[in-house]
Structures are given as C-alpha cells and as structure tokens.
C-alpha cells in the first residue's frame, strides 16, 4: 500500500489550500482515511478522520467549522480542504490510512500560513 500527499504551499492567513492523499496498491475496504500534522518542535497530531465505507467524518475541535475531510471512492483519494486558515495550522501534513491493527502512511505535504 502507498499513499502519495500532495497540495501543500505557501498562502497567507484567510486562504485555502485542498490537500489530497491518492492510495495505490490495494482498495480502502474498511479503512479510515486520516489526516495527521506536525507543527515545528511540536508532536505530530490527529486533525480528521474519514471512514471510507460510511463516510462518517471526525475532527479535532481546533479545526472544526474550517477543514472539511471528504473521500472520492473512484479515485480511492482523501481529501482535506482547508479554509479560513490561521498561522498555527502551518505544519508537516501526513496522510494515513488505517484499521484497528495497521497504518500505512503517505510522505508528508508542507503547509506554511503567513500571517
């Protein structure tokens, strides 16, 4: 399984960026598809969870109302649009996919918000 991230940048505070985690080698069946960021000097942390039979969405309460995570079923891709963004959400973005027992993870996107 990989997963490919891409669509980070540079865009300053107000902007949008949409973020997308394309998954090769294998169907999301049961998975839930994940966001993941880490800030510099700063634990990596959740932001949003989607389940990729359902659709059913989670987010952390600092990004709720502002990030929107969806799914495309025929592209096996997650996204995550981001709006309203805010320098404290400049960070290392990580896609994951994820059951119980097993994450597979995509290279990290780079997303800078100047203030």
């Known amino acids: 399984v990989q997963l490919q991230a891409s669509g980070g940048g540079l865009v300053q505070a107000g902007g949008s960026l949409r973020l997308s985690c394309k998954v090769s080698g294998r169907t999301f069946g049961s998975y839930y598809g994940n966001w993941f960021r880490q800030a510099p000097g700063k634990e990596r942390e959740f932001v949003a969870r989607i389940s990729w039979s359902g659709g059913s969405t989670y987010y952390v309460d600092s990004v709720k109302g502002r990030l929107t995570i969806s799914r495309d079923i025929a592209k096996n891709t997650v996204h995550l649009q981001m709006d309203s963004l805010k320098p404290e959400d400049t960070a290392v973005y990580y896609c994951?996919?994820?059951?119980?027992?097993?994450?597979?993870w995509g290279q990290g996107t780079q997303v800078t918000v100047s203030s």
């Open positions: 994951a996919a994820t059951t119980a027992s097993v994450a597979y």
